[in-house]
Antibody
Framework: QVQLVESGGGVVQSGRSLRLSCEAS????????MHWVRQAPGRALEWVAV????????KYADSVKGRSTISRDNSKSTLYLQMNSLTTEDTAMYYC?????????????WGPGTLVTVSS | SYVLTQPPSVSVAPGQTARVTCGGN??????VHWYQQKPGQAPLLVVY???DRPSGIPERFSGSNSGNTATLTISRVEAGDEADYYC????????????FGSGTKVTVL
């Protein structure tokens, strides 16, 4: 059974930085593109960033572009999201999600999430 | 950017059929995926590519997609189906290409 476990969330002051991690197990991480998706309290899912299977390309949502970096270390089976200049708008549960190799661009496995709370 | 519109809520009695719609411009030309999210849990893929089911998902969950509307159909609804449901597509022409719908709360009466 695929496992994804996020960590690194917490309470952080506005303007500070945070690095989230997602440890993958029970599957070969370097066989998949990986994503971060977030969900503000009571709100819909919002895609944040994607990184290709080998880390050679990344793409970001406009809401985080320029202040976030997605990266991966396949040797450690770990995905990362570095977030800088945080604002209260970044308060959300952050999920890492695996892009499926079956079907057209969908997310077939998700971690339980890590909560980021940005205080003003 | 591409927008997917869902009704905020759908109510259904146990044993009946629930239909959740997902509207978008020519969404019938895209591959639509559906996720179930129960309170305090991560999303779960229940339908991908309009109508296919991942292993372990009951046949009661089905999907269709045509024109400007995709639909998730839950047959013989059970209490355990009560959850939020999100549709999702990939729109290569958008700056944010991985698009989620606004979500629909399915309530089992």
């Amino acid at each position: 059974q695929v496992q994804l476990v996020e960590s690194g969330g917490g309470v952080v002051q506005s303007g500070r930085s945070l690095r989230l991690s997602c440890e993958a197990s029970k599957f070969t991480l370097n066989g998949h593109s990986m994503h971060w998706v977030r969900q503000a309290p009571g709100r819909a899912l919002e895609w944040v960033a994607v990184i290709s299977f080998d880390g050679s390309s990344q793409k970001y949502a406009d809401s985080v572009k320029g202040r976030s970096t997605i990266s991966r270390d396949n040797s450690k089976s770990t995905l990362y999201l570095q977030m800088n200049s945080l604002t209260t708008e970044d308060t959300a549960m952050y999920y890492c999600a695996r892009e499926a190799n079956r079907g057209y661009v969908n997310f077939d496995s998700w971690g339980p999430g890590t909560l980021v709370t940005v205080s003003s | 950017s591409y927008v997917l519109t869902q009704p905020p809520s759908v109510s259904v009695a146990p044993g009946q059929t629930a239909r959740v719609t997902c509207g978008g411009n020519n969404v019938g030309n895209k591959h639509v995926h559906w996720y179930q999210q129960k309170p305090g849990q991560a999303p779960l893929l229940v339908v991908y590519d309009d109508r296919d089911r991942p292993s372990g998902i009951p046949e009661r969950f089905s999907g269709s997609n045509s024109g400007n509307t995709a639909t998730l159909t839950i047959s013989r609804v059970e209490a355990g189906d009560e959850a939020d449901y999100y549709c999702q597509v990939y729109d290569s022409s958008s700056s944010d290409p991985y698009v989620f719908g606004s979500g629909t709360k399915v309530t089992v009466l």
